[in-house]
């Protein structure tokens, strides 16, 4: 245990970044903790229920799948089992129909019984008493609700639309699904180094590749880095048997301990039930950048990689 730009409708958003928040820090987008912290919770509200009825926005580029097919392929489906690889989640109905989801930068997928002041607006939370902050009302960006005929509903919500929802056929397959490599929960020290062979990109860069390893950003990145004792400008070509060892366990340990704490809510990021994560009070370099290291004491510095803002020891990584 360790201590852009609106795409257009239809069109993939390939980038796995982030756009520059008023710190001048990048929003993180929920990395593979979050969503899997998300399906745990999320879970018993959706897993053997049978969708009533499908309310949604109107069509925009959220929707990989059309609203109007949407309302009418779910309603009546039953739930049988909800899944996570890299960052998707996927809900396997009755019949073999799969509903497809990514939360994207500020996607917040939660229960109608979830209560935060995160899922509210600075404005809405102005206009409300201080008792009244944590009721949430369907407003304009909570763009799918799924209704059942009795119980809680489940809303996705996202001010930005850079999630999305994508209904499969029986038999249907998707690129953004099978492009993506292994699980990172789930990655070895062998797989790691095959796939660092003969490449000169910085192992940053490798680490942010879905195709290689599905569900690492930039957090759990540079986190996993600096527990390996790795620098992320390192050509991945250059890493040996036993740092690509040492890195998926890493890799492992970090996502690991972010789903103990309910992942990182350092922005939009909350669980299904209304609470916060913990883990950003254990990071030990993101964001971190002019504090000093907690094991060595040297400045954290930061660096782009990726054109990602990257963070490291230069005492601890080498």
Same mark, same amino acid.
């Given at each position: 245990?360790l201590?852009?730009?609106?795409?257009?409708?239809?069109v993939e958003?390939?980038?796995?970044?982030a756009?520059?928040?008023g710190?001048?820090y %990048?929003l %993180?987008?929920?990395e593979?903790?979050e969503?899997?912290?998300t399906r745990l919770?999320?879970?018993?509200a959706?897993v053997?229920?049978?969708i009533?009825?499908?309310?949604?926005?109107?069509?925009?580029?959220?929707?990989?799948?059309?609203?109007?097919?949407?309302?009418?392929?779910?309603?009546?489906r039953?739930?049988?089992?909800l899944?996570?690889?890299?960052?998707?989640l996927v809900?396997?109905?009755?019949?073999?129909?799969r509903?497809?989801v990514?939360? @994207?930068?500020?996607?917040?997928l939660f229960?109608?019984?979830?209560?935060?002041?995160r899922?509210?607006s600075?404005?809405?939370?102005?206009?409300?008493a %201080?008792e009244?902050?944590?009721?949430?009302?369907?407003?304009?960006?909570?763009?799918l609700?799924?209704?059942?005929?009795?119980?809680p509903?489940?809303?996705l919500?996202?001010v930005?639309?850079?999630?999305?929802?994508?209904?499969?056929? %029986?038999?249907?397959?998707?690129?953004?699904?099978?492009?993506?490599?292994?699980?990172?929960?789930g990655?070895?020290?062998?797989?790691?180094?095959?796939?660092?062979?003969?490449?000169r990109?910085?192992?940053?860069s490798?680490?942010?590749?879905?195709?290689i390893l599905?569900?690492?950003?930039?957090?759990?990145a540079?986190?996993?880095?600096?527990?390996?004792?790795?620098?992320?400008?390192?050509?991945?070509?250059?890493?040996?048997?036993?740092e690509?060892?040492?890195l998926?366990?890493?890799i492992?340990a970090?996502?690991?301990?972010s789903?103990?704490t309910?992942?990182?809510?350092?922005?939009?990021?909350?669980?299904?039930?209304?609470?916060? @994560?913990?883990?950003?009070?254990?990071?030990?370099?993101?964001?971190?950048?002019?504090?000093?290291?907690?094991?060595c004491?040297?400045?954290?510095?930061r660096?782009?990689?990726?054109?990602?803002?990257?963070?490291?020891?230069?005492?601890?990584?080498?």
């Amino acid at each position: 245990m360790l201590p852009a730009a609106e795409a257009p409708h239809g069109v993939e958003d390939t980038h796995d970044g982030a756009i520059a928040g008023g710190s001048g820090y %990048p929003l %993180p987008m929920p990395e593979l903790p979050e969503v899997e912290v998300t399906r745990l919770r999320i879970e018993p509200a959706l897993v053997g229920r049978r969708i009533r009825r499908v309310v949604t926005t109107p069509d925009s580029y959220f929707f990989l799948t059309r609203p109007a097919r949407l309302k009418r392929s779910l309603a009546g489906r039953r739930v049988e089992s909800l899944d996570r690889h890299g960052k998707y989640l996927v809900a396997n109905l009755d019949g073999g129909s799969r509903l497809v989801v990514h939360l @994207g930068m500020t996607g917040q997928l939660f229960s109608s019984g979830a209560t935060s002041v995160r899922l509210l607006s600075a404005t809405a939370r102005a206009a409300l008493a %201080p008792e009244e902050q944590g009721r949430f009302v369907p407003d304009a960006h909570t763009h799918l609700r799924l209704c059942f005929a009795s119980g809680p509903e489940v809303y996705l919500r996202d001010v930005r639309k850079f999630g999305k929802v994508l209904l499969l056929g %029986p038999g249907e397959t998707s690129p953004r699904l099978g492009r993506l490599g292994v699980d990172a929960l789930g990655a070895t020290g062998e797989q790691l180094f095959r796939a660092t062979r003969g490449r000169r990109v910085a192992i940053k860069s490798l680490l942010l590749d879905q195709s290689i390893l599905a569900g690492v950003g930039n957090i759990y990145a540079d986190e996993a880095l600096f527990h390996a004792g790795v620098r992320p400008r390192r050509a991945a070509s250059r890493l040996t048997q036993r740092e690509c060892a040492a890195l998926a366990q890493a890799i492992r340990a970090v996502l690991e301990r972010s789903i103990e704490t309910g992942g990182s809510s350092i922005r939009d990021y909350v669980a299904p039930d209304g609470s916060d @994560g913990a883990y950003q009070d254990e990071r030990f370099v993101y964001a971190r950048a002019g504090e000093s290291c907690l094991r060595c004491g040297e400045k954290v510095r930061r660096v782009v990689v990726a054109q990602r803002g990257t963070h490291y020891c230069p005492g601890c990584q080498k």
